[in-house]
């Protein structure tokens, strides 16, 4: 079964505090957005992979693709407001009937070869799975008010979920085309989808790594400089 690679770089990165959106800006000699998608790029099991910016980044984005000759990038989408918006962009782009989907965030460039590929066997046996690495921290739940602990779950059964997700095409097309007629719908992330809407489907955890860490505020880049010095040493 074809495996497509969605690359999702259709944030805005405010919190960055930068011109550009974050997945366009430099780290280590490239940008954030080309590092994940050449991770992609040479995954031996990705057969084809879209990029879903904003609709203002789109000529950016085939610059990019055009300049390091990303030869699997097939398509370059434009997002939405919100995340699975972009989602949506590239289900409905998606010209096979079944396929298997491996979605990431391009703000976590450090993605590695292993995370890929194991999201690829997973969809062997499940419909569903996602990168996820234990929680370290404990958490609180807040009430309503955010002002008070409502609740501590145990920290064992907790995990800080990352990217890639993967999913059947048809699973992950069945979830959106439930949760759209949901007149409360939200979605923050693809699982969430799943889980909300098809609460029969197992979504199988795959163990992530502390190094794919997502960039988000500016010390972040920092922190993926350290990890990638280590890296290549």
């Known amino acids: 079964m074809k495996n497509i690679g969605i690359i999702l770089a259709g944030g805005s990165g405010l919190r960055m505090g930068a011109e550009l959106p974050k997945q366009f800006l430099s ?26 910016t904003h609709s203002d980044y789109i000529e950016t984005t085939k610059e990019t693709v055009n300049k390091e000759c990303y030869s699997k990038v097939s398509q370059i989408l434009a ?25 990431h965030d391009a703000v976590r460039p450090l993605v590695s070869q292993q995370m890929i590929t194991d999201c690829i066997c997973g969809l062997e046996d499940y419909k569903a799975c996602t990168i996820a690495v234990p929680s370290t921290d404990t958490i609180l739940v807040s009430d309503s008010s955010h002002c ?46 799943v889980k909300k809407y098809l609460p029969e489907i197992q979504i199988k955890i795959i163990t992530g790594s502390t190094s794919n860490i997502k960039i988000t505020y500016p010390e972040d880049l920092l922190t993926a400089e350290k990890i990638l010095s280590t890296l290549n040493k």
Request: charged letters at 20%; aromatic letters at 10%; one cysteine or more.
């Open 27 to 52: 780290l280590v000699g490239k940008t954030i957005l080309e590092h994940s998608v050449s991770a992609f790029q040479a995954n031996p099991y990705i057969q084809e992979v879209f990029i879903v």
């Open 79 to 103: 997002g939405g407001s919100e995340r699975y918006h972009s989602t949506l962009a590239a289900l409905k782009a998606c010209p096979d009937s079944e396929c298997n989907l491996i979605i």
């Open 148 to 193: 008070y602990i409502q609740e501590i779950p145990v920290r064992n059964f907790l995990f800080n979920v990352q990217t890639p997700q993967a999913f059947k095409k048809s699973t992950l097309e069945q979830a959106y085309s439930q949760g759209l007629k949901d007149s409360s719908f939200q979605a923050t992330d693809d699982c969430g989808a």
